[in-house]
């Protein structure tokens, strides 16, 4: 199996001390006596997904965008899933009202999508995304990342957004394994927070009931600490903390019989020194379990032959993330538990190469990916990167990302303090000391693979719901009965393509499973009888709504707020004054005066540096919408039109392609429907003399307008369907336009959710803006194996 058991030389009493504990081990059934490979056989297979979001940065002002990218996986392997899937992202205001909610549509694992946050008021907001299946689970189950919106145009002192002290703290002390046990050396943990639940430094002293000091405290890392001691019979403990007198924490009595835990990690072997109440006299068996996520990896009998005893482990036995070790008695029932972190390091894979540390206002950034993998491991899907100032950040970096995310937070119940910092050494604690203290204090009691092997397993409907699912009944116009067997059709508007069919059972029913539907559009239902008579009245189901409201209390239990950086509010004043400045009311500069001296008519004049006139603008009629596509109309309406599916040219000449203003490939292009076209324009590049052909879509309130002319057996009916993510715009400066006077303030420089590879390498190119700061770029993604990808790296953009 790799692992031996060892006698250790017998423990030396420490005098004088004991423990503190306030969490007894968690209880379980009781299980009747019965041969250990029937407990392990009797496991069962657990099936979980994971959503875990992407988002470009935590700081916003009204008006900003929030980008998003949403991995969907496994949750034992990490692998993405390879099927279509619904997820559900919302954003919620710290009063639990989801202001903000879109459905995405999940391929293989992966969705992109975006909000606006123009009407959005300024506080805090949580990012909240679910499946239909992780509902099933609770609030835990779902993904949770705080945000900050806000509006201030003054730069704050730092002390007018400091937190008050707060005098009400809670310590709690938890000893390993699960409980303490008398006459023997006890490893103890404690956490120590605030009314807000965040960590605070506290020391004090544990003392016996005679007064008597017995040990000393202090927390070590966000809050967390841990001492040892050993309890001995017939006395009482209580622990006192410094600066507060008042408080004189009582501590049980520790239990005569029992396993006393202790956990180390050497190098690649994992130690646990076992021991139990030296005056007993009694050697106990035991079972060593160790399982991942609900699956056992090994067990094996003990049998102690002294009062001490060491199990050593190979390390390399376990996975990547946490593990659960459990202690069984001769009856299976347990009577020692604790959480272990696995971190081999072979997950950090993006190696992120930029062409300089250093760079000026408005200059080009290029920067080389590499992800070197194993031979059989590939990356078959796209990875997501963003660019960001880090005054754009709570702490001035990520509070949270796709590593800490799945190997972390996913498997613990209830909020974690920072928990992208568990990784990282720091001047005090290493990351495994960091995260083995997390794993004695708020992994004991809520791993949450406990609650999914407690859980019923979801339907098969929950787990593959795909599209919008539209149903209804149909009956005969006349006699008022069911239409059985009429044939139901749902097709779009104007556009020849049939989203579904069904017919109606024997009380008129019909379900269409499945449909997809982007963005809010009508479509078309009919119902004809068996014969093709129309004459029939078709009433549709309401679609289920998603809650309006988020209970706060769950909310806060699921993630910490995040603090308003006060380099943020400095940043973002200024950038709102000097946009205001330019832009005073619609994005223009104010002029002393203007004369007027000629007029053009011919074509619409257009805002977007690209071009300014359109040599010729087309404006779309309900009759083009027989074209079904915006490049089926272009080849039959311009000259020397060419599609060759990869490009077109229109009179010859390759041609940049514009949505709205903003470029685009020729994929985007193609998934404009006609009916949301309003008018395009044929230009030319007022610099390079490049042929431009630029879509503008109708307002979102006039989009899909059709006469609702009655017709029997049809109904025109509106759906809200999948968000169709809009594209990031970052700019291109040239020697012609890099000193435009428009300010560039972005603080989100680059948003790439679908950066794609190939043979393990890619570059993305983009440029500064106007604000002199330090920069972070994140890179994440999921490989073929389900390895976690995560690469970070830094530059600075100084003064002109």
């Not at 707060?166 to 310590?171: A, E, F, G």
Request: overall charge neutral; glycine content about 6%; some cysteine.
């Amino acid at each position: 199996m790799g692992w031996v058991v060892n006698n250790n030389e017998s423990c030396q009493m420490i005098k004088n001390l004991t423990v503190l504990i306030l969490f007894s081990l968690l209880s379980l059934a009781t299980l009747s006596a019965q041969d250990i490979e029937s407990w392990v056989n009797a496991k069962n297979t657990l099936l979980f997904e994971k959503i875990y979001v992407h988002v470009d940065r935590e700081l916003y002002s009204p008006g900003d965008i929030i980008w998003l990218k949403a991995y969907q996986v496994n949750g034992i392997t990490h692998q993405l899933n390879s099927n279509y899937r619904n997820i559900f992202v919302q954003l919620v205001s710290d009063q639990g009202k989801v202001v903000k909610d879109m459905t995405l549509f999940s391929i293989n694992g992966l969705a992109a999508g975006e909000f606006r946050t123009d009407s959005l008021l300024s506080g805090t907001y949580t990012i909240r995304a679910t499946t239909k299946y992780l509902e099933n689970f609770g609030e835990d189950a779902c993904f949770h990342q705080k945000i900050w919106i806000s509006k201030s145009l003054k730069s704050p002192d730092v002390k007018e957004i400091a937190q008050p002290e707060d005098s009400k703290i809670d310590v709690a002390f938890l000893p390993e394994g699960g409980n303490l046990v008398l006459n023997t050396v006890n490893n103890v943990a404690f956490k120590a927070i605030d009314s807000k639940g965040r960590g605070i430094y506290v020391s004090g002293e544990i003392r016996n009931d005679i007064g008597d000091t017995i040990t000393s405290f202090h927390t070590s890392y966000l809050g967390m600490g841990k001492f040892l001691m050993m309890p001995f019979d017939g006395r009482a403990y209580y622990a006192t903390v410094d600066h507060f007198p008042e408080l004189k924490i009582p501590l049980p009595s520790a239990q005569i019989t029992g396993i006393c835990m202790k956990y180390k990690e050497l190098d690649e072997s994992l130690v646990f020194d076992l021991s139990v109440n030296m005056k007993e006299n009694k050697h106990p068996v035991f079972y060593f379990i160790a399982s991942h996520k609900g699956a056992v990896l090994f067990h094996q009998e003990i049998r102690m032959t002294d009062y001490t005893q060491s199990v050593k482990v190979i390390k390399s036995l376990f996975p990547d993330g946490i593990s659960k070790i459990t202690l069984l008695d001769s009856m299976l029932i347990p009577i020692a538990e604790r959480l272990i972190f696995i971190n081999h390091g072979n997950d950090n894979l993006i190696d992120l190469h930029l062409n300089q540390k250093e760079f000026k206002p408005r200059e080009a950034v290029k920067i080389d990916i590499d992800i070197p993998l194993t031979a059989d491991d590939s990356i078959n899907s796209t990875m997501s990167v963003v660019v960001v100032n880090k005054n754009y950040l709570s702490t001035g970096e990520n509070s949270q990302n796709i590593k800490s995310y799945l190997l972390l937070d996913s498997d613990l119940k209830g909020a974690i303090e920072s928990p992208a910092a568990y990784f990282m050494d720091n001047q005090y604690n290493t990351s495994t000391e960091k995260l083995d203290l997390l794993m004695l204090v708020q992994g004991w009691r809520t791993y949450l693979w406990d609650d999914i092997e407690q859980t019923p397993t979801p339907s098969s409907d929950d787990w593959n719901d795909a599209g919008i699912n539209i149903s209804g009944h149909v009956k005969k116009l006349l006699w008022n009965t069911p239409a059985v067997g009429a044939e139901v059709t749902m097709d779009y508007v104007f556009r020849n393509f049939r989203i579904g069919k069904t017919t109606t059972d024997a009380n008129g029913r019909f379900l269409l499973k499945h449909a997809y539907l982007v963005d809010t559009l009508k479509v078309m239902i009919n119902a004809r009888m068996k014969k093709g008579s129309r004459n029939t009245e078709i009433t549709l189901d309401p679609l289920p709504k998603k809650e309006k409201l988020v209970s706060i209390g769950l909310l806060n239990k699921a993630c910490f707020d995040i603090d308003l950086n006060p380099d943020f509010n400095h940043d973002n004043s200024i950038r709102q004054k000097k946009e205001l400045e330019f832009n005073p009311e619609k994005g223009t500069i104010l002029l002393s005066g203007v004369d007027v001296v000629e007029k053009k008519t011919k074509a619409f004049s257009r805002s977007f540096g690209t071009y300014a006139w359109a040599d010729k603008t087309f404006k779309l009629t309900k009759r083009d919408y027989r074209f079904g596509s915006v490049i089926r109309y272009l080849m039959d309406t311009l000259p020397a039109s060419q599609d060759y599916g990869d490009y077109i040219q229109i009179e010859g000449k390759s041609v940049g392609l514009l949505i709205d203003g903003v470029p685009c490939d020729l994929r985007d292009f193609r998934t404009i429907h006609m009916n949301d076209v309003e008018t395009i324009d044929k230009a030319y590049d007022i610099r390079s003399g490049a042929l431009i052909i630029a879509i503008y879509r109708k307002p979102i309130n006039h989009r899909y307008e059709i006469d609702d002319e009655y017709v029997k057996g049809r109904i025109l009916p509106k759906f809200g369907g999948f968000h169709r993510p809009a594209l990031f715009y970052s700019p291109k400066y040239t020697p012609e336009n890099i000193n435009s006077p428009k300010p560039d303030f972005r603080p989100t420089l680059y948003w790439n959710p679908d950066v794609n590879f190939e043979n393990g390498k890619s570059s993305i190119n983009f440029f500064t803006s106007d604000i002199p700061a330090d920069y972070v770029v994140y890179m994440e993604g999921i490989t073929k194996k389900g390895k976690i990808c995560y690469g970070t790296t830094h530059f600075t953009v100084n003064k002109k």
